[in-house]
T-cell receptor, first 113, second 112 residues
Framework: QQQVKQSPQSLIVQKGGIPIINCAYE??????FPWYQQFPGKGPALLIA?????SEKKEGRFTISFNKSAKQFSLHIMDSQPGDSATYFC????????????FGAGTQVVVTP | EAQVTQNPRYLITVTGKKLTVTCSQN?????MSWYRQDPGLGLRQIYY???????DKGDVPEGYKVSRKEKRNFPLILESPSPNQTSLYFC???????????FGSGTRLTVV
């Protein structure tokens, strides 16, 4: 049973659209929430991460929104480009199990030209 | 170049034949970890290591062994592989805990 639930499983948007991926967790000990991006044939790469002391973080066209009370966080890709087509994973870890990073099931995002 | 190197990239083996997948990092990272990736299940952690000779189980450790005798190396051992261990395996390392794991390119294992 996954401790981090991710949706949707897949997403198709047109260039310039804003794909949104949502994740939810139960473990209140989680205090680090990264997002990873994976291209076919490659390993996942860290994209952006947030801690619960802030509600939003932006890096370039990628934004994480965090709702601590609802135990949910989401990734928004602003002005999406075909090069953003990849699989995105949310993840979570906590200080109660340092080094243990738990992933969601992944979302395949396709951005059409 | 800072990287995590896994070998081999592809491996086909038969049930019960012991195998080792190697992992090495050149970033002097304390933490190393093994994951398996399966469709619809995302990445599931097999084992992780906080330092030399210190390892702990992840979410799916059954059927796997690891060792951390040197800081840079963290091999994954399948003593008696079974078909349900057919998967894509990733090794990862980080300087501090789960913050910013760097992943290798993966090893696709098929057990027949």
């Amino acid at each position: 049973q996954q401790q981090v639930k991710q949706s949707p499983q897949s997403l198709i948007v047109q260039k310039g659209g804003i794909p949104i991926i949502n994740c939810a967790y139960e473990n209140t000990a989680f205090d680090y929430f990264p997002w990873y991006q994976q291209f076919p044939g490659k390993g996942p790469a860290l994209l952006i991460a947030i801690r619960p002391d802030v509600s939003e973080k932006k890096e370039g066209r990628f934004t994480i929104s965090f709702n601590k009370s609802a135990k949910q966080f989401s990734l928004h890709i602003m002005d999406s480009q075909p090069g953003d087509s990849a699989t995105y994973f949310c993840a979570a870890s906590g200080t109660d199990s340092w080094g243990k990073l738990q992933f969601g099931a992944g979302t395949q995002v396709v951005v059409t030209p | 170049e800072a990287q995590v190197t896994q070998n081999p990239r592809y491996l086909i083996t038969v049930t019960g034949k012991k195998l080792t997948v190697t992992c090495s990092q050149n970033m002097n990272h304390e933490y190393m970890s093994w994951y398996r990736q399966d469709p619809g299940l995302g990445l599931r952690q097999i084992y992780y290591s906080m330092n030399v000779e210190v390892t702990d189980k992840g979410d799916v450790p059954e059927g796997y062994k690891v060792s951390r005798k040197e800081k840079r190396n963290f091999p994954l051992i399948l003593e008696s592989p079974s078909p349900n261990q057919t998967s894509l395996y990733f090794c990862a390392s980080s300087l501090q805990g789960a913050d910013g794991y760097t992943f290798g390119s993966g090893t696709r294992l098929t057990v027949v």
